[in-house]
């Protein structure tokens, strides 16, 4: 059959001997393609379950029917990115397509929100283009946010905004307070460049500006505008403007004005609050990690709750004020829908923030901007660990999840000074969360059992002792017990085999964490060695092994070692992609901490894409470290 009009960036072309199942959707034949295993059937029900529910779901929503009489789900074997949205052949990671009963909870949610973003293309990328590959963010924000949307419809249990907010979000905000961010829409002229542009900024950033504007003017309005946008440039190609003139007329509020003040712009504001007679005083500025001061600002749907009511102030100027008449309660930003820090002045605003009934998202943004204003100097190290006292009974997940994370960071990077506190805090919470039975407390605690295993070796000891039984262990705690085995057992070449005997890609990365998490440093640097010489698919060495190494501290010296020995290997290895740039801001930032020097060395050796980022990152974890060290 002859394809539709389409860009030549979406041709697929498959060859090899593929295991096929099918399905439908309506008029649409459905089929998962995987390559052929010796082992038996691979499980592809949660693949077409998801996959049906986001063709069902976007038909609905954008009010145009999925266009093509066919839809290929392809797992490929090796592959530098998740996915890739072929039209009416999309491509995965095997572990975004297979899943069994030992899948974990994690990957479950990959599963889904990774086939609704790529089924999302179908609509934003492929059947209408942007116009250039500085407007990238149109097709990856959009598949992004709408990924979310769906997920929180066909699985509503998992409370996946919750995800969105922690990951989109909260990592994009990470990445836009650095100097070395970049706009949304960012002007390219080489290749180079347009991969540079596959980050946390195009995806996360980008669908965040999105949540933000689709609360500004309302669901439906957002939904009305989206809807006739697609209609209207179907089979041809569209820009920014394109989209948020529609967003404008279905809403009759100034969206062109709120957009063109974010895309256009690096970075992002905190909204500085005090109170002052009688009335709530808002000062915005541009915050930045370093804890430079820039006066940038930006047009802000600002949110405020007052005593239970929720009102609206569009902040764009430097310096507004909202008359609040003895509040009992008081917050900003509810529910996180905003791009932007608040940073709370005084005692008495902060008692009426406290007082105030929040939510989950609510805790989190409180905790997240903490950990952000003690990166940035504007807060101490005494001060966040007052501030980390108000969660240690946390029984939501974002915000234990949030706080999990923060002091595990911490440990990684001034591991005797945070040791204790980080025992103290994943011991509370595994007694929290014994009780608890749905899915979202059974991903948290695995994930508190595994970094419990590496803090404490009794933990790691008592853990460890199930691996002899590890099939009657339920998925979310694998982790922990092969981690904790590892830990307790030094069985290097028990664990090799048994990675060597996986089949399944999920099955392997558990194993890899094991293997990289040895109290030995020669142990670890000796799977290493196993991964370079071809014995790991590539696509586990940096998102994988290096970030697994990178959560044990005890391994932190070998693996800087390794990495700095293999630069060259490692670049030519991902040569094409951003994903290198990716792993040196998330992992060489940490286990370079105390080695600035060295690392500065090394990347005036390598011309690295990514190497400031890192190296920037990496000097605000030096500084705080050095301010821990010294407390």
Avoid: C
């Avoid at 010796?38 to 063709?55: H, M, N, Y």
């Avoid at 990774?114 to 924000?141: K, R």
């Avoid at 905000?173 to 390219?188: C, F, G, Q, W, Y």
Wanted: aromatic content about 10%.
């Amino acid at each position: 059959q002859k394809t539709p009009k389409m860009s030549t960036y979406l041709l697929y072309l498959g060859i090899g001997r593929f295991e096929e199942d099918k399905n439908r959707h309506n008029k649409t034949e459905l089929y998962t393609a995987s390559v052929v295993k010796p082992d038996g059937k691979i499980k592809t029900g949660l693949a077409f379950e998801a996959a049906q529910k986001s063709l069902e779901f976007y038909e609905k929503y954008f009010g145009i029917p999925y266009d093509l009489p066919k839809l290929h789900l392809i797992a490929v074997p090796e592959f530098a990115y998740g996915a890739m949205e072929n039209w009416g052949a999309i491509t995965f990671r095997e572990i975004l397509l297979h899943a069994d009963k030992d899948t974990s909870t994690s990957t479950k949610k990959s599963i889904a929100e990774g086939i609704a973003h790529e089924i999302a293309h179908m609509w934003f990328g492929d059947l209408v283009t942007m116009t250039w590959w500085d407007v990238l963010w149109l097709n990856e924000s959009f598949a992004t946010f709408m990924a979310y949307k769906v997920v929180d419809w066909a699985y509503p249990q998992w409370k996946i905004w919750q995800d969105f907010v922690k990951n989109s979000t909260g990592g994009a905000m990470a990445r836009d307070a650095l100097n070395s961010t970049h706009p949304i829409e960012a002007k390219v002229r080489s290749p180079e460049e347009i991969e540079e542009l596959f980050d946390e900024i195009s995806y996360g950033k980008g669908a965040s500006i999105l949540r933000m504007i689709e609360a500004y003017i309302g669901p439906d309005k957002f939904q009305k505008g989206v809807s006739k946008y697609l209609q209207q440039f179907r089979y041809s190609n569209a820009s920014g403007s394109d989209l948020w003139n529609h967003l404008q007329q279905a809403s009759g509020l100034d969206v062109s004005r709120i957009m063109e003040g974010w895309i256009g712009k690096v970075g992002y504001p905190v909204v500085k609050a005090s109170l002052s007679s009688g009335k709530l005083v808002l000062e915005q500025e541009r915050f930045l990690l370093s804890g430079a001061r820039d006066k940038q600002t930006w047009p802000i749907p600002v949110t405020i709750a007052v005593d239970g009511r929720t009102q609206q102030l569009m902040l764009d100027k430097e310096r507004a004020e909202v008359t609040v008449a003895n509040p009992k309660s008081l917050k900003l930003n509810v529910d996180r829908t905003g791009f932007y820090r608040i940073d709370y002045r005084g005692p008495e605003l902060q008692l009426l923030v406290w007082a105030s009934k929040l939510s989950g998202l609510d805790r989190y943004g409180l905790a997240n901007d903490a950990w952000a204003f003690l990166n940035s100097g504007r807060m101490s190290w005494k001060e966040y660990q007052g501030l980390l006292e108000r969660f240690f009974d946390e029984e939501d997940y974002l915000p234990a999840f949030e706080v999990s994370e923060r002091i595990t960071n911490l440990f990684l990077i001034a591991p005797k000074k945070v040791a204790d506190l980080s025992r103290r805090y994943h011991k509370s919470q595994l007694k929290i969360l014994e009780g608890k039975r749905d899915e979202n407390s059974s991903l948290l605690r695995g994930t508190i059992a595994a970094r419990l295993a590496i803090l404490d070796d009794a933990y790691a000891h008592e853990a460890g002792a199930k691996f002899k039984d590890l099939a009657a262990v339920e998925p979310d705690m694998k982790r922990s017990v092969i981690i904790g085995y590892a830990r307790s057992s030094n069985d290097h070449d028990g664990l090799i085999d048994r990675y060597k005997k996986s089949t399944t890609d999920e099955d392997r990365l558990r194993y890899l964490e094991g293997l990289a998490s040895f109290k030995q440093p020669d142990l670890v640097r000796k799977v290493q060695e196993f991964a370079m010489a071809g014995n790991v698919k590539r696509q586990d060495i940096g998102r994988g092994l290096l970030q697994f190494a990178t959560s044990n501290p005890d391994a932190h010296a070998v693996t800087w070692e390794w990495f700095r020995d293999n630069i060259g290997k490692l670049d030519k290895t991902y040569e094409g992609t951003a994903t290198l740039s990716a792993y040196m801001r998330a992992y060489i930032s940490i286990i370079g901490v105390g080695r600035v020097g060295e690392i500065e060395k090394l990347f005036s050796e390598h011309k690295l894409a990514g190497a400031d980022a890192t190296l920037e990152r990496l000097k605000i974890h030096d500084r705080l470290a050095n301010e821990i060290t010294k407390s």
